[in-house]
């Protein structure tokens, strides 16, 4: 079975400055999408940025970039030039892509924004 | 715009009552989701369907169920509330295969007394 560990509770940076959230996941298999969504105290939960693993290229998104090193399972999220808009829960959550369409999530990461 | 919806947003209800919660989408998504988010476990998977009158159980399906009549709706019923199922819920769909994401709804909290 797929895990995807998140093991940043909380992180805080100062407004404007650039935060890496940490991911690292578990499977067998090679075929998969990857997922950063953001859960902000609206409850919503909100696509940040996703990646395919057969693509080598790291996903980006205006502020938000991955480091995705298929090896050694590892799906960072950077954040950079931090808004008090992106104060939020982040969940990253892995897909595979045979036939199974259970996301699987990690615990999530509080990010706290100082202005 | 297309959206995806939940009702009630907030719901108490006793141990021991039915419980349907609705979710409904705009996108004509093939799939649709039910999922439950908890401190400490992130959210996990209760049911899915690929289509009407398609439905499948997640990891943590037993004493929920749901039923799907039309493209648009995903309803799901705890058949008797325990305190147990006290949680946020969150609907969610994606429209088929390939690289689509799931998009979710904005959640019911729902606590069983």
């Known amino acids: 079975a797929q895990t995807v560990t998140q093991s940043q509770p909380e992180m805080s940076v100062q407004e404007a400055e650039t935060v890496t959230l940490s991911c690292t996941y578990d499977?067998?298999?090679?075929?998969?999408?990857l997922f950063w969504y953001k859960q902000p105290p609206s409850r919503q939960m909100i696509l940040v940025i996703r990646q395919e693993a057969y693509k080598q290229q790291n996903a980006t998104e205006n502020r938000f970039s991955v480091n995705f090193q298929k090896a050694a399972k590892s799906f960072s999220l950077k954040i950079s030039d931090s808004q008090l808009g992106d104060a939020a829960m982040y969940f990253c959550?892995?897909?595979?892509?045979?036939?199974?369409?259970?996301?699987?999530f990690g615990t999530g990461t509080r990010l706290t924004i100082i202005p | 715009d297309a959206e995806i919806t939940q009702s009630p947003r907030h719901k108490i209800t006793e141990t021991g009552r039915q419980v349907t919660l609705a979710c409904h989408q705009t996108w004509n998504h093939n799939n649709m989701f039910w999922y439950r988010q908890d401190l400490g476990h992130g959210l996990r998977l209760i049911h899915y369907s690929y289509g009407v009158h398609d439905t499948n159980k997640g990891e943590v399906s037993d004493g929920y169920s749901v039923s799907r009549s039309n493209t648009e709706d995903l309803p799901l019923t705890l058949e008797s509330a325990a305190s147990s199922q006290t949680s946020v819920y969150f609907c969610?769909?994606?429209?088929?295969?390939?690289?689509?994401?799931?998009?979710f709804g904005p959640g019911t909290r729902l606590t069983v007394l």
């Open positions: 959550a892995y897909r595979s892509n045979f036939g199974n369409e259970k996301l699987t």
């Open positions: 969610a769909s994606r429209r088929g295969l390939g690289t689509d994401t799931q998009y």
């Open positions: 499977t067998s298999e090679s075929d998969y999408y």
